[in-house]
């Protein structure tokens, strides 16, 4: 199960993964609900349903105190929509296959136990969904994460920068991962770009638990700005550009349960800078919480914050 912030729906589905040849190979079936996006000044809802196939080659090498990883690969996938709601006779709904072509790349420093992120780590990712069958359709985004040493030695700087581009076509609209500034409601615009600094640093360390059922490692605040540029356009091609600004903090509890899962939740404030378009107010609270249960275990190489 999975859970999307940007749009807010909610998926069920499985993967399998057969690792015995390479490159690694890959098929799925995802059950989306409550996908939505606004055309015009109308929001429209639908439900979706994919099948998917695919390949990676996952690399990896080690230069001294160094680790480098390279992931690249490519799906093809047959969506099928269905739309629910005031709408739902006024959009098609013919099935359509894309491919989705990604490349990842990190490279970090040794990190410690007791540090929140590495000191020094780059993390760049790629990827590009565009539709092979029945109508055109695209979606690019680039993201990259730059870690650096903080005022102490369990301090993290993080700065990070995002980039994503859509077609003007209307036909289809593919998950929106872009992370937009926190606090904000967040839409897929045509075009837009984000930077921002983050600053995470340990309170306190527990090392306490209930039972064998949750343990509590760590407590610790990250604070943030963030900046977000977006581009769009109206039915009658009049250009639409906004600025959304936040800044905050967060506090986040990283804890293992069952002695095997480790899980970080939290808790956010934003206070927004500029008008959110759905009419929130300037200051947001917000809880944190994983996005995939069954993904959270700790891999050993830099990863990116829970947003």
């Given at each position: 199960?999975?859970?999307?912030?940007?749009?807010?729906?909610?998926?069920?589905?499985?993967?399998?993964?057969?690792?015995?040849?390479?490159?690694?190979?890959?098929?799925?079936?995802?059950?989306?609900?409550?996908?939505?996006?606004?055309?015009?000044?109308?929001?429209?809802?639908?439900?979706?349903?994919?099948?998917?196939?695919?390949?990676?080659?996952?690399?990896?090498?080690?230069?001294?105190?160094?680790?480098?990883?390279?992931?690249?690969?490519?799906?093809?996938?047959?969506?099928?929509?269905?739309?629910?709601?005031?709408?739902?006779?006024?959009?098609?709904?013919?099935?359509?296959?894309?491919?989705?072509?990604?490349?990842?790349?990190?490279?970090?420093?040794?990190?410690?136990?007791?540090?929140?992120?590495?000191?020094?780590?780059?993390?760049?990712?790629?990827?590009?969904?565009?539709?092979?069958?029945?109508?055109?359709?695209?979606?690019?985004?680039?993201s990259g994460f730059l870690y650096l040493p903080g005022f102490d030695y369990t301090h993290s700087i993080l700065l990070t920068g995002a980039f994503q581009q859509r077609d003007s076509l209307?036909?289809?609209?593919?998950?929106?991962?872009?992370?937009?500034?926190?606090?904000?409601?967040?839409?897929?615009?045509?075009?837009?770009?984000?930077?921002?600094?983050?600053?995470?640093?340990?309170?306190?360390?527990?090392?306490?638990?209930?039972?064998?059922?949750?343990?509590?490692?760590?407590?610790?605040?990250?604070?943030?700005?963030?900046?977000?540029?977006?581009?769009?356009?109206?039915?009658?091609?009049?250009?639409?550009?906004?600025?959304?600004?936040?800044?905050?903090?967060?506090?986040?509890?990283?804890?293992?349960?069952?002695?095997e899962l480790s899980i970080s939740f939290g808790i956010r404030y934003s206070h927004l800078l500029d008008r959110d378009f759905e009419g929130r107010g300037p200051n947001q609270w917000e809880?944190?919480?994983?996005?995939?249960?069954?993904?959270?275990?700790?891999?050993?190489?830099?990863?990116?914050?829970?947003?």
């Amino acid at each position: 199960m999975a859970y999307n912030r940007n749009e807010n729906f909610k998926q069920v589905g499985a993967t399998a993964t057969y690792a015995g040849w390479f490159p690694v190979l890959d098929a799925g079936w995802d059950y989306t609900f409550d996908r939505n996006a606004f055309y015009g000044t109308n929001k429209v809802f639908w439900n979706e349903n994919e099948f998917r196939a695919g390949a990676s080659v996952p690399l990896s090498w080690t230069s001294g105190t160094s680790y480098t990883s390279l992931q690249l690969g490519s799906d093809i996938v047959r969506n099928q929509r269905y739309y629910t709601g005031l709408y739902k006779d006024s959009f098609n709904t013919r099935a359509f296959a894309y491919i989705n072509p990604y490349i990842s790349l990190v490279h970090q420093s040794q990190q410690a136990q007791q540090q929140i992120y590495p000191r020094w780590a780059q993390v760049l990712s790629l990827s590009y969904d565009r539709a092979v069958t029945s109508f055109q359709a695209n979606q690019f985004l680039a993201s990259g994460f730059l870690y650096l040493p903080g005022f102490d030695y369990t301090h993290s700087i993080l700065l990070t920068g995002a980039f994503q581009q859509r077609d003007s076509l209307r036909n289809a609209r593919f998950s929106n991962g872009f992370p937009f500034s926190r606090g904000y409601s967040a839409e897929n615009f045509y075009q837009m770009f984000k930077w921002s600094a983050n600053y995470q640093l340990p309170l306190i360390h527990p090392d306490w638990g209930f039972g064998n059922i949750v343990y509590f490692l760590r407590l610790r605040a990250n604070l943030f700005y963030d900046y977000t540029h977006a581009k769009d356009f109206y039915t009658n091609r009049n250009t639409y550009t906004a600025e959304f600004r936040s800044y905050g903090s967060e506090l986040y509890f990283d804890t293992k349960w069952w002695n095997e899962l480790s899980i970080s939740f939290g808790i956010r404030y934003s206070h927004l800078l500029d008008r959110d378009f759905e009419g929130r107010g300037p200051n947001q609270w917000e809880l944190i919480l994983p996005l995939n249960l069954l993904s959270q275990g700790y891999s050993g190489h830099a990863v990116r914050p829970v947003d």
